[in-house]
C-alpha cells in the first residue's frame, strides 16, 4: 500500500486558515486521497476525499498537487472544536490503513 | 443517520478470559472493520469483513478472531486476554461501491487487561 507522511503535529489561532499538509510520493495512479479526523474520545470522522482535481465540501476544502505526490487539506477558519488528529489516507481497491495522523492544536 | 454501535464504552477483564467485542451498525453495509489504536501508534486495522460469513486479516490479527454470522454484526473476539491487548478498539462499517465511499466509525471500547 503507498504511504502518507504527515507532520506530527501543528497549530493554529482561532479563526485563523490551516493547511495540514500531506506526503504521499508513491501514490498509484487509482489512489483517491481520503482525509478523516479524530476529536477527542471519539472515532474519526470522514472530511473529504478526491482523486484529482480539487474539492470543497462544508467542512474543509482538499487542494492536490498536479502530480498528486501531495496534497493539503485547508480549514478556511478554524474554530476550538477543530482541534483533532487529522489522518490522510491512500486507498484504491484495498483497505484503509491509518498512520499517525497530524494533532491539530488549535489556540484561542 | 449512520449509526455504529460498540457494545460497550468501558471494558475491564482478566488475563486469560475471552473476551467478545460487538459490533453493530444500521446501514446495511457490506463491509466491516476492526481496530485498535494505541498512543502514538494511530489506528491498525486487525481484520475486515467485506460480507457475511467473510473475513480477511488485517495487520497485527494475532491474538484475535472475528465473527461475522449478521450483516449488521461484527464481532472481535480475544481468545485468551493479554496485558498487551490494553487497547482502544474501533469498529467501522462502509457500505459496498465506488472506491470513494466512506468509513463510519464507532465511538469504541476502551478495554484494560489486568
Known amino acids: 500500500d503507498a504511504k502518507t507522511t504527515q507532520p506530527n503535529s501543528m497549530e493554529s489561532n482561532e479563526e485563523e486558515p490551516v493547511h495540514l499538509p500531506c506526503n504521499h510520493s508513491?501514490?498509484?495512479?487509482?489512489?483517491?486521497i481520503h482525509w478523516y479526523r479524530q476529536l477527542p474520545s471519539q472515532g474519526p470522522e470522514y472530511v473529504i476525499h478526491g482523486l484529482t482535481s480539487n474539492v470543497n465540501n462544508r467542512m474543509a476544502s482538499l487542494a492536490i498537487a498536479e502530480d498528486r505526490k501531495s496534497s493539503t487539506l485547508i480549514l478556511h477558519r478554524a474554530t476550538l472544536r477543530d482541534a483533532a488528529v487529522y489522518y490522510c489516507i491512500l486507498r484504491d481497491v484495498g483497505d484503509m490503513r491509518f498512520g499517525a495522523g497530524t494533532r491539530l492544536t488549535v489556540k484561542p | 443517520d449512520v449509526k455504529v454501535t460498540q457494545s460497550s464504552r468501558y471494558l475491564v477483564k482478566r488475563t486469560g478470559e475471552k473476551v467478545f467485542l460487538e459490533c453493530v451498525q444500521d446501514m446495511d453495509h457490506e463491509n466491516m472493520f476492526w481496530y485498535r489504536q494505541d498512543p502514538g501508534l494511530g489506528l491498525r486495522l486487525i481484520y475486515f469483513s467485506y460480507d457475511v460469513k467473510m473475513k480477511e486479516k488485517g495487520d497485527i490479527p494475532e491474538g484475535y478472531s472475528v465473527s461475522r454470522e449478521k450483516k449488521e454484526r461484527f464481532s472481535l473476539i480475544l481468545e485468551s486476554a493479554s496485558t498487551n491487548q490494553t487497547s482502544m478498539y474501533l469498529c467501522a462499517s462502509r457500505p459496498v461501491g465506488r472506491v470513494g465511499e466512506k468509513l463510519f466509525f464507532g465511538s469504541g471500547t476502551q478495554l484494560s487487561v489486568l
Open positions: 508513491t501514490i498509484s495512479g487509482t489512489d483517491y
